[in-house]
């Protein structure tokens, strides 16, 4: 069928009409594409520019290397080593069952590991790793290593965690570091972004948490571009943190060591205290437990042992402890009374084993009573009744201020967890917290350093010093910030008559090297290394009339947890004090008997700067102290002392 | 049914046909397409493989298509139309009941050397149909409703298959190109008032289904379409296709972040940046200048052809040519639209441009046809 022309031109101009119609639609149409990319493009370009950064511009924290802790010859204390994990990337690892397969055949997987490997996956973006393994030994890392071709998507990491080379020895003071938790992040009011970093580290006790600002340092920024899915293209740029600053501690890490092995078996602590500057040079509570055991995490058996430890080795004895500081007390007392001028040049009095005040009678220790003694035999073998005496004419009032001027019931500044305040009571302190009015029972209590007085092994060291010294000897704990010498503080004069004080040394000198002196069993006889020192038992329980009655059980055979607290403190060399020492054994019965020995020995490895010579021991002790000293260096032999030239 | 139909009183024979070929649309096209693979390299992280290489292996195919269909007389293409459209439904029922799923649709079949998207197919031969019935059918018979009612089946067929794997958006495209075409052919304005009205009926239709077990589309259709009424309501979720794909080419600004630094595509923000959504990477790289250059060499195509068909006297070759490019505007239009937050989420790549084996070849074959039609039209 053939069409005419007149047919296709009808048809033709028909077609060109309507296709000019939807052409200039379709014109119409794209002029209003075009206008809306101008609209986009060019009006809202500023805006969305602004989006596209935001999507595509991420904030990483570089976490800050924490700062290390020396002691003061430079020994490493707390350090930060490489810890190493073994990680899997999903999206790398193609079959995961059976590259988890391969990797339990080359290294032992705990059980359970592979389920919880599998379960974190699946809730995590698959380039993000997932660890297997958090504390990998060098020996899993290198096997991993060695296999890596099959096993892909399974790589080491390394990362840094602090290691605390010292182990047990620094528990107390350092404590330790671990992961930030909620509790801890509650605590802080303003918590900096690095705190929420996975796995960061935060001091928990100890030194490492009192000097957190300082040793955490500033956490660093880069700039990373990410992709949708949140992955790390490339870094922009970066900003470097400020690392944490390096402490350096005023302890000898080997002497520190010593005194902790030289306490391990008792339920005791010891403070050694440099009588010049302050410096703590060793401050032991025993027993100990490793503080590595706590950045790793504590397994439950582990920390069951530790709470369940009836000798409470988590506790920081130095500082938290408090005990009735017993007969160590009297200094104070005699001090009181002293300046309050109410002893004669050659007052005596009499003891005949028991005071009674106000109805109530007070014994001396020694039911027979010392008979006549002037200061110096009252110190010397510690005679009660002399300073139930002194203490009724002194009064409470002006003993407590004297035993706060020595360093007793103020809170010393030193960066340890749980520093204890300590009491030196006074009639309104009695009032208020008890609502009972102060008696005289217990100003003659107090003058013994029992009843409502309360001390802690850190401030009868400070006591101690301040007795040899006169000076106003304040404990440092901190040597130098970043190689920055911390400044020593309270160096003045106590503002107490120096022949007092003299009296004082003497009697103590006196206790410890007289014959009939309380601690004549523990004297140091090299002649420049003499100390003196008092001893100190504090009871622990009421001994009621009826036992007294029937004789005072002995120690020996009473339970642990009965038995008195043994103490000592002691300054030495005598003629020009050097260090001060006070050494509490929990329960450890007499303090001449399980105390001093103790502080003998510690002075002596403190004086020494090592192990002493026999001959500084009188002849007799020398066998024992030998076999004691050798069963020592067995307990502690790896202590490293970086940069100490042992003479 | 033959050449002599055709008033044609020199035809170009054999190799000559090369020159008669329209050339400036054939040069556009190869342009466009060089711009595909200037942003498929992009989009790849700078690396031909895995989409720009192959890419560009398909256009050289298809120009050689092209050029091969070009060669044979429409004359004989249009002898075909009919067969050509039985087959092609005959593919799309196929689909139905052997059809690789992908996407969540019933989309290709595998031939083993491609996949075929038979509804691509359906956009050519459906307008091949329907320029054939035109041309076939007295033009005074045209507006009378039996007359009317036959090209109405033969759309609403294929539209309602292509609906059901689902494929919204190729659907959407058929009805629009084939009612398209019953205008060009000069159906009466009332049949396309008509329509219209009981289209907002439809659509009202569809929107009272929703939740109802007679549901009309797909959760995820409407979830599309509530999104794009207001993107803002599922940053995340849904909406963030078109917030995203806003981002991307309003960062762009006027000259763009120059070539291979758009950050939101190469960071992945983007989703299907290969496919439907490669216009954002161009107008975020390439900026304002780039994204108009663009549509300025879609409108110059459309215009050759539309040139091209008021030339031609003959009725099957107009109708043929106007429905190919109108064909081509939908694509690229719907696709623009969708990326510019104008239009919902429908799946429609970028002709051309967007990666994908099937669209180009389909569409250079379509115009393999429109040059056919420009060489051998009547002079």
Redesign the interface.
Known sequence: ???T?A??????R???R??AL??GA??L??G???A???Y???E??D???L??EE??INVRLIPPSRGEVFDRNGARLAQNAPSYRIVIVREDAGDVDETLGKLAKIIRLEEGTVERVKEEMRRSAPFLPVTVISDASWDEISRVSVNAPALPGITPEVGLSRVYPQGSDFAHVLGYVGPVSDYDLSKIEDPEPVLMIPRFQIGKVGVETKLEPLLRGKAGAKRV?????GRV?RELDRQEGKPGSDIQLTIDSALQGYVQARISKESASAVIIDCDTGDLLACASAPSFDPNLFVRGISQADYGALTGNKYRPLASKTVQGLYPPGSTFKMITAMAALEAGLIGPDETAYCPGHLTVSGRRFHCWKRAGHGWVDLQDSLKKSCDVYYYDLAIKVGIEKISAMARRFGLGIKHDVPMSAVAEGLAPTMQWKETFHGQPWRVGDTVNSSIGQGFLLASPLQLAVMSARIATGREVSPRLIKSVDGVEQPLRGGESLGVNENNLRKMRRAMHAVVNDRRGTAYRSRIIAEDMRMAGKTGTSQVRNITAAERRAGVIRNEDLPWERRDHALFVNFAPFDRPKIAVSVIVEHGGGGSKAAAPIARDITLQALYGGQPPLEAYPAKDRDRIATQQEELRAIQPLVSINGRDQA | MSY??Y?VKHTPTGLRKIFYLNWPVAILLATVSGAGFLMLYSVAGGSFSPWAEPQMKRFAAGFALMIFVAMVPIWFWRSLSGMAYLVTLLLLVAVELFGTVGMGAQRWIDLGFMRLQPSELMKITLVMLLAAYYDWLP?KKTSRPLWVLIPVVIIIVPVMLVLRQPDLGTSILLLAAGG?LM????VHWAYFAAVIASGIGLVTAVFQSRGTTWQLIKDYQFRRIDTFLDPSSDPLGAGYHIT?S?????????TGRGFMQG??S????LPEKHTDFIFTTL?EEF??VG??SL?GL??LI??FC?WS??LN???FS??LI?GIA?NF?LFF?VN??MV?G?APVVGVPLPLVSFGGSAMLVLMLAFGLMQSAHVHR?R
């Open positions: 069928m053939k069409k022309r047919e296709t031109d009808f048809s033709h028909h077609i060109s309507r296709a939807l052409g379709q014109l149409f794209i209003g594409l075009a809306r990319m101008r986009l493009q060019v809202e370009a805006q969305f520019r989006l596209a999507n595509r571009e990410v992709n949708a899915a293209m | 002599l139909e008033n033009a398209g205008f060009l052919a000069g995203q806003k981002i991307a080419l309003g960062s762009g600004g006027w950050t939101q190469r960071l992945n923000f107008a900026g304002f994204a108009i549509l879609y409108t459309i215009l539309v068909a008021l006297k003959d009725r107009s109708l106007l109108l505007f239009a623009m639209s510019m104008l009547p």
